[in-house]
């Protein structure tokens, strides 16, 4: 292993002008160049890789020739994806070699520099402790700290320049796999950088495992297509699913009270009015003496029974009946919350489907929202019966009275 290079402070003594000549040099390749498919290897990437850098070198045992070559190699690093994005290792080390012939960089340290971009191509390894730096710098700005918050960039970046999408479940294995091979060569990264690799790791494993028991489900259904309700959780947080449940089921039993309370008040009136009226119609003169009265009565008798009859009909129970019949335990579990699709099933077979419901999330949202939807189905019947009920009795204690002030009158 490299020994560790003895200074002061060497950061007092890089000579900053070329590494702010190297920046803007960079800068205006990347604006010049600009290629909006680069959404992980573009400006943010090398800055974020020179800072890397400069956080390593802050740790001491780097000199400043050192720091200076790294920090070189850094800006350039990520250029050679504007050219060729297979083959960027040879671009960016043609554009490092162009921008230090321009500023007459010393041979000696130009080499320096072009190794240390050489170095981490595929199946190298570095061996100065200025490759080593500068190899612990880029290692750490892609599997450390922001592994997770840009890996769907560097995926999407992949499928945009190379055409070759790949499966939720490829891209994880390509993730986990670049983190087992990580290495660290410094003392500060192999201190600060490797147990962050090493949680990465196990949550990258987790997400693996996640996706290929989702590839196997996808499988099964024979179409490729996620299934309704599938996945769920990652796109909306569980709290907020379950809150949208419980308003909706509150809301949807608060309606069916208030539409029982109206049909009830509806068929107390109709039936207080229609027994007094008929109490009327018994008395035996009352067609003799005053036979015009009987026009309004029958007018109301009419459409007070109508009225009541639809409040009978919004107030009555309504069941849902949808495991009747021999149905398999697969159509069963769809819609098993509700009393009326269950009270014919077996106890054995019932413990089984409620089984399954609280195994798979996907089966429980279906079965709450199908639920909701026949709640809602029941309540629009309700509510329909109702208004007619409403509309009715409004009509014909409208057209009563007016009838009985036409027969008093004349």
Sequence with gaps: MIQPEST???SQSVDMSIIKAAQAWVLSLFNDSHDTRLLYHNYRHSAAVVDKVNEIAQSGGFSSETIEIAQIAAWFYGTGYLKDYLSFHNQS????EEFLNERKYPSKKKSKVLSCINALKLGHEPETIEQQLFADAQTAVELTDQF????????????LVLNQPLSASEWAQVQLQSLLKTKFYTDYAKKVFEPIVAQNILTQKTIVEKTKRADLKREALGDGLLR?????????PTRATQTFFRINYRNHINLSSIADNKAHIMISVNAIIISVLISILSYRNITESNPLVLMPVIIFLVTGLTSLVYAVLS???KITTLNVGKNTLEETKKNIIFFGNFV???????EAAMDSVFRDGELLYGNMTRDLYYLGKVLDKKYRYLTYSYNIFMVGFAATVLTFLLAFLS
């Design 315 to 317: 107030a009555r129970p």
């Design 344 to 350: 014919h099933l077996d106890l054995d077979q019932y």
């Design 228 to 236: 309704k309700f599938q996945n769920i959780e990652k796109n909306i």
């Design 8 to 10: 002061a402070n060497p």
């Design 148 to 159: 997770f918050q840009l890996g769907p960039l560097l995926h999407l970046e992949r499928e």
């Design 93 to 96: 080390i043609i554009a490092a």
